[in-house]
């Protein structure tokens, strides 16, 4: 039934204001990229050296001014961060933000929200949900690398209020033994990719980490390369082990062989991390005698549901 009383305390005679109100041509506008109203996600490398020692810290990898936005942020929906905390001490995150995912560097401690906890050593995963405060406490001196969807819920004027998921721990063996199933299968010199997704049992339909976000654990062999391939997902690309002779290329157009036109060249070092922009085409080469390990996470979570990834392969 229409409540007509609920009209009744209305006061017309202060509307909704349309000061703010504006009004835009189509085709000068439906394209702010293009015409360099919003700015393109920036290439950027962040070394490992930037938590390599001193005091008990969070680095955020910061390009809010390149990008506009609120900060910290290392991509329109993401920010990335190192973590050092020194044996016997700890620190506190506490982001405005849906899921909050861990690579464990080195080092080993506890990571826990209220009143749960886990056990985190060298090589290990794992995932919190946002809406209170995650403390990491080192037994030995841990080095961590941690990604949250903060600027996300920024733009969004949003806030955490219900979780989707519960503390998920990927134990190193478990996901190194995966990953050496998938580099060990028929044809997995041909792939584009050879790695796999950590998945969580909430969301099955895009089959990522969290709701929000992927990570994947991938392997480029030695002597061996990763043909291109985009997705309209930022990757937040973080370099676990390499020798010299590991790198990417990334660029915006491929030739008519598939390699990428123009590329721009990232050396890879161990520890390092780099942005690939969302829509860039990317592959990976090794050109050492050992396997180099990569682990990208991206805001694909959310660009799966949406149904917006458009991931596509070079031919």
């Known amino acids: 039934m ?17 000061e703010d109100a504006r009004y835009f041509e189509y085709t000068s506008s ?4 293009g015409a ?56 506190s995150l506490e982001p405005n933000a849906t899921s909050l995912v861990f690579y464990v560097v080195d080092g080993a401690g506890i990571a826990s929200q209220d009143s749960t906890g886990l056990r985190f050593s060298k090589g290990d ?11 990491l406490a080192a037994d030995s001196t841990a080095r961590l690398y941690y990604v949250n969807d903060a600027p996300l819920l920024a733009y969004l004027g949003a806030s955490a209020t219900v979780r989707r998921f519960v503390p998920t721990l990927y134990p190193a063996t478990r996901a190194e033994e995966e990953l050496r199933k998938v580099l060990k299968a028929p044809g997995a010199g041909q792939r584009n990719r050879v790695s796999i997704l950590l998945g969580n049992a909430n969301f099955p339909q895009t ?3 969290t709701h929000t976000m992927w990570a994947m654990f991938g392997v480029v062999a030695p002597k061996t390369m990763q043909k291109p391939h985009r997705h309209q997902s930022i990757a937040l690309d973080f370099i676990s082990e390499c020798q010299p002779g ?16 123009n590329p721009q060249r990232v050396d890879w070092e161990p520890g390092m991390v780099f942005v690939t922009p969302p829509g860039y085409w990317h592959a990976h080469f090794n050109e050492s005698s050992e396997n180099g390990y990569v682990i990208p996470i991206q ?17």
Do not use: M, W
């Open 36 to 91: 360099k109203l919003i700015s393109r996600v920036p290439y950027r490398s962040f070394p490992a050296s930037l938590y390599d020692g001193g005091p008990t810290r969070v680095v955020p990898l910061d390009l809010a001014a390149e990008l506009g936005c609120e900060g910290p942020a290392t991509g329109p929906g993401l920010c990335a961060n190192f973590v050092r905390v020194l044996a016997g001490e700890k620190v």
């Open 207 to 209: 089959r990522t980490v």
């Open 30 to 33: 439906a394209n702010p990229i």
């Open 125 to 135: 995963f794992f995932t919190f949900p946002g809406g209170q405060s995650v403390e």
């Open 2 to 18: 229409l409540d007509r009383t609920a009209t009744s305390t209305l006061n017309l005679d202060a509307p909704a204001t349309t």
């Open 299 to 315: 805001d694909a979570g959310l660009q799966t549901y949406l149904r917006a990834l458009d991931i596509r392969f070079a031919h």
């Open 246 to 261: 590991c790198y990417t290329l990334v660029g915006t157009e491929l030739d008519d062989h598939g390699n990428i036109r």
